[in-house]
């Protein structure tokens, strides 16, 4: 028997756009489980889809063929650049202050076990260079090991698009879903926390998760009209749920014991749903999550419904907050330095709004080539991008990390393709590429960190809001 707890509040949650498929209101319920009985390899719904690991795909351009020794040279010359002291790695660093204070407080001694178990969610919204999660993936990893593991926190329903993916949570679907969002926004704008949401109106069909957790919480729609769900751990059926109900965005939570999952969740009529995520987390420790969108750029959230992204983001509190946005707009002629600097000041604006007690932190588009008859030069939109957006945080009192500096300037891109550590598009990097970025990022955030920790050790009561 699945013996429920009492149930969390609810709010809903009302939106005006009208939309193919009805919207949904805020329902939240919270269940208490039994321990779970001993896992099996099948399900009772039967066995769960097979689906590979999401890849990404390789870039249509070959990198180029060079000599050993060029090599050699061009990755010492990215090691330099890495090396190299800068003053201030971090623009407006004080505004990382609130995130820093709750670093401080999970990983120090001084602090009680309550304040110490409490968790702190990081959000990365971006592009390709977020969704591959190799940058994200590094910075994860670094998070967990100084101040713990607090699971995978939320990730997109089922397998969204080709190029999404993330390594600590592994997911997928059957064929019988459609999706809607991603980097032109179309439909309704009610996207959930990650701009994308997978709908179906047929039975019998599911998505699955594998996660380490003690926790699950799952995102929909919930609409008039809206279908029912059975969800399942391995062969342990937790609970059926319905997604019908007032327009506005929809929750549901589960304790479960701690360990590895196979989550799996299942239509059981023909009635439209619409999922938008999961969320993974334990009781303390840091999650990363990892909210890319191929292609995208930073002007997608404004097309987001504010109400229902508001809502997903006060439930996660996140401390931090990440954008990193720019490399698609370099190379889009709509964009003048005006137009794009009063778009991203509105957008942190926003976001200051609906998360005010996280920090933000914006990291600038990195070094950019591209073909012009033939031959490799510069792209020249990067230089009126990162303007802009310093502009924006400097408005908005948000923290700014400069990519295409910190990776060497401009011109650098050539260098780290030389290297193996990018692409032969002059674009993205190569697993290598993103892994040194998130270890130098790191590094300077930690630089900043110790920095404030020793001002608020000389400084009675600094940091203490």
Request: hydrophobic share 40%; net charge positive; proline share 6%.
């Amino acid at each position: 028997m699945v013996r429920r707890a009492l149930p969390l509040c609810l709010s809903t949650v009302f939106v005006s756009a009208f939309f193919l498929t009805p919207p949904a209101a805020p329902g939240a319920a919270q269940n208490k489980l039994p321990a779970a009985a001993k896992k099996k390899k099948r399900s009772p719904v039967g066995p769960a889809p097979k689906i590979s690991p999401p890849k990404i795909s390789a870039s249509k351009i070959s990198p180029p063929k060079i000599s050993a020794a060029l090599r050699a040279a061009s990755f010492d010359k990215v090691s330099q650049y890495l090396r190299d002291s800068v003053p201030s790695p971090i623009e407006h660093a004080g505004a990382l202050v609130p995130v820093f204070e709750q670093i401080y407080r999970i990983s120090s001694t001084q602090m009680s076990s309550t304040q110490a178990r409490m968790p702190l969610h990081i959000i990365q919204f971006g592009d390709s260079h977020t969704a591959a999660d190799e940058w994200t993936g590094g910075l994860r990893s670094h998070f967990r090991e100084r101040f713990g593991d607090g699971g995978s926190g939320f990730s997109l329903a089922g397998h969204p698009f080709p190029g999404y993916r993330r390594f600590d949570a592994r997911g997928g679907a059957t064929t019988g879903w459609q999706s809607v969002g991603g980097r032109a926004a179309m439909g309704d704008g009610l996207f959930g926390l990650g701009g994308f949401g997978i709908v179906t109106w047929r039975p019998g069909q599911s998505v699955f998760l594998n996660a380490e957790c003690d926790r699950i919480e799952i995102h929909y729609l919930q609409q008039p009209g809206g279908g029912r769900l059975a969800l399942y751990d391995y062969d342990q059926r937790l609970d059926d749920f319905s997604t019908d109900g007032d327009p506005g965005a929809g929750f549901v939570r589960y304790e479960t014991g701690p360990g590895t999952h196979r989550f799996l969740l299942k239509t059981l009529e023909a009635r439209p749903v619409r999922l938008f995520g999961w969320v993974a987390d334990r009781a303390a420790g840091v999650t990363y999550e990892a909210l890319g969108l191929n292609g995208a750029e930073a002007s997608v959230i404004l097309k987001w419904d504010q109400t229902m992204l508001a809502t997903y983001l006060q439930r996660r509190n996140p401390g931090l907050i990440v954008l990193a946005y720019g490399t698609n707009e370099a190379t889009d002629p709509y964009w003048t330095h005006q137009d794009y600097q009063a778009m991203f000041t509105s957008l942190l604006r926003r976001l200051r709004q609906d998360a005010p007690t996280a920090s933000i932190l914006v990291l600038g588009p990195a070094d950019r080539w591209q073909r012009y008859q033939g031959r490799w030069r510069l792209v020249p939109g990067i230089d009126r991008i990162i303007a802009a957006e310093q502009n924006a945080c400097s408005e908005t009192d948000c923290a700014y990390w400069d990519t295409r500096q910190r990776m060497g300037g401009a011109g650098a891109m050539k260098d780290w393709v030389y290297a193996g550590l990018a692409q032969g598009d002059h674009v993205h990097f190569t697993d290598a590429g993103y892994r040194r970025l998130a270890d130098v990022l790191f590094a300077d955030l930690m630089q900043q960190y110790d920095a404030y920790q020793k001002t608020r050790g000389e400084t009675p009561g600094a940091g203490l809001r």
